[in-house]
């Protein structure tokens, strides 16, 4: 009787695998290759230092014969969410016990979007031009897009990110552009 337990979980937890695995994630993982870089504090002090080695190892990565795009990014999807903060549009009014949305949230760079193979639908991707001098520019997913403008309108509107709900004293730093809508990641 135990091994008929144990032979129905089994086959419960295989065929829960199975329907998680034929999950499209959104992006495409094939003739993907990752790395992490952690650069030490001494020798990289600031956010100027960290930027040019991005850029020389970016350029040194695109310049290899088999590499087709590269881009960075602060985290990869499924390697979790360490995000607490919330981000919605600057018109939105929560309702009295709404729950606030704390998507995953990536710094990426120009080409993550074309790297990953996850197809823009509308407006563009992130460019060069969208650098720290730039207005603050943001590119979300169709699901975040259909929660907040369900009739469709998400681009050029401001999104509030990292500032509490409700704040009036919003600094240029917490408010973000939408500038392209891609597939649900």
Known sequence: ALAFVMLIGAGLMFM??????????????EDLLTAYVSLPAAQYPDADARRQFADELLR????????TAASLTTQLPFTGNNSSSV????????TPGESLLSPLQSWVG??????L??????????????????????????????????????????MIWGAVPGATDLSEENIYTVVGIVETI
């Open 16 to 29: 829960s695998f199975r329907a998680a695995v034929s999950v499209d994630p959104g992006f495409d993982s």
């Open 87 to 94: 981000i919605m549009p600057d018109w939105y009014e929560p």
């Open 60 to 67: 040194e990565v695109k310049a290899m014969p088999s590499v």
């Open 110 to 115: 120009p080409g993550y979007f074309e790297s």
């Open 117 to 158: 193979g996850i197809s823009l639908v509308e407006g563009r991707a992130f460019q060069e031009s969208d650098g720290p001098d730039a207005t603050n520019a943001i590119v979300i997913d169709r699901w975040l897009a259909d929660r907040y403008w369900p009739e469709g309108g998400a681009l050029g509107d401001r």
